[in-house]
Structures are given as structure tokens and as C-alpha cells.
Nanobody, 120 residues
């Protein structure tokens, strides 16, 4: 499994960003991709996840502002983030895992992270 996250950057509050996760997956047990974020000193938290069948899951903080989608032809999962807030500032990681109603990341299947900074 190879995961490559990109698209982070510096944006003003209220702005938008689209993160991309290129996923090359050979593990047939994997059926979903999740986006997580982590602030230094805090636990990594799930932001959004999508199953290969199109089911989605969002953290409460992401509902109504973020949208996860997939483009199977390009093996890419996107996280569109709108109305960004300073508290969205974090390193964002994509993961590969298992989605059966709820998403669980598979051990060891993480991308390298992309920094998102939202200025006030």
C-alpha cells in the first residue's frame, strides 16, 4: 500500500483547500480511505472517510464544511475543505483501512502528511 497526500498550504480563515490522497492499494482487505489530522501534542483524529462503495463518514467538526470524494480512475481520494477556521490548522494524513459502517485505519497504512495552516 502506498499513500501520498498533497494539497496543504496556508489559507486565510473562510478560505478553501482541496487535499489529495493518491492511493495504490494491493491489500484486498482494505476497502476505504480516511483523512486524519493531528495537532502537535494531541491525538490524531478522524476528519472524514470514504468506502470504495461510496459510503462516507465525517467528524462533527467537518460536517457541512468538508466533503470527501474519490476518483477511481486516478486512484485518488479528495478532501475538499471549505469555510476553514484557525482550529483546522493541523497536519493532515490519509490512511487506508476498513469501512464497515465506521472507518478503522489499518495498521501501518499512512501517508506522509500535509500541513494545513489557517490564519485568522
Amino acid at each position: 500500500v502506498q499513500l501520498q497526500a498533497s494539497g496543504g498550504g496556508l489559507v486565510q480563515a473562510g478560505g478553501s483547500l482541496r487535499l489529495s490522497c493518491f492511493a495504490s492499494i494491493s491489500d484486498t482487505r482494505v476497502n476505504g480511505i480516511g483523512w486524519y489530522r493531528q495537532v502537535s501534542g494531541k491525538k490524531r483524529e478522524l476528519v472524514a472517510a470514504i468506502s470504495f462503495g461510496g459510503d462516507t463518514q465525517y467528524a462533527d467538526s467537518a460536517k457541512g464544511r468538508f466533503a470527501i470524494s474519490r476518483e477511481n480512475a486516478n486512484n485518488t481520494v479528495y478532501l475538499r475543505m471549505n469555510s476553514l477556521k484557525p482550529e483546522d490548522t493541523a497536519v493532515y494524513y490519509c490512511s487506508a483501512g476498513h469501512f464497515y459502517g465506521t472507518y478503522y485505519p489499518a495498521a501501518g497504512y499512512w501517508g506522509q502528511g500535509t500541513q494545513v495552516t489557517v490564519s485568522s
